[in-house]
């Protein structure tokens, strides 16, 4: 039997608690991969921690805990992030959005951030999947930095381990950080 969506959007907060860059990054990764269209050009825009931090102070998000370099985001934050994307991306401006969200419980909001990305929360790693010849497809999951994963095909030639390191050399630039495995 396949897993809520609940409880699949419950397993990211084991990656908590994230700086800002961080938070928007997987809040990113998320929609992103629910393949939900963008309405418009700020729906369409990348999460940043600018962003987080524009949403903070206006009132979209909880303040994160703890101040400037030192600030962590936690779950609830990115049950927040995850529904204004998903609103935003469905049409709504953010002073909607925040009307919406002003006295929101925290089970109201998994649940509606559950079902609005529930494609992408199914897509587990580490699984078969079928291609359109029915062979069996075998992914296996690599941990590129904390609370970031690349999921590669084990028959792909991105799945040798030079390729994984140069993907990881890759994404460690890009982010500037230096917590890579």
Do not use: C
């Not at 949403?55 to 998000?61: K, Q």
């Not at 995850?82 to 709504?92: H, T």
């Amino acid at each position: 039997m396949a897993e809520s969506p609940v409880a699949l959007l419950r397993a990211h907060a084991r990656h908590a608690p994230w700086n800002a860059r961080g938070l928007a990054a997987h809040a990113t990764a998320l929609v992103d991969a629910a393949g939900m269209r963008p309405t418009n050009a700020s729906a369409r825009a990348t999460l940043s921690a600018r962003a987080v931090r524009f949403y903070v102070a206006n009132g979209l998000l909880d303040h994160p805990e703890g101040k400037g370099t030192a600030a962590t985001y936690h779950y609830r934050h990115l049950l927040q992030l995850l529904a204004i994307k998903v609103r935003q991306r469905e049409g709504q401006t953010l002073d909607a959005i925040r009307t919406e969200m002003a006295g929101v419980t925290g089970d109201f909001l998994e649940k509606r951030v559950a079902l609005a990305l529930a494609p992408a929360l199914g897509a587990g790693a580490d699984v078969a999947a079928r291609h359109d010849d029915d062979a069996p497809v075998t992914w296996r999951r690599v941990i590129v930095a904390d609370g970031i994963e690349l999921h590669v095909r084990d028959d792909s030639p991105a799945s040798r381990d030079d390729a994984v390191v140069a993907m990881r050399e890759a994404v460690r630039a890009a982010l500037g950080r230096e917590d890579v495995r």
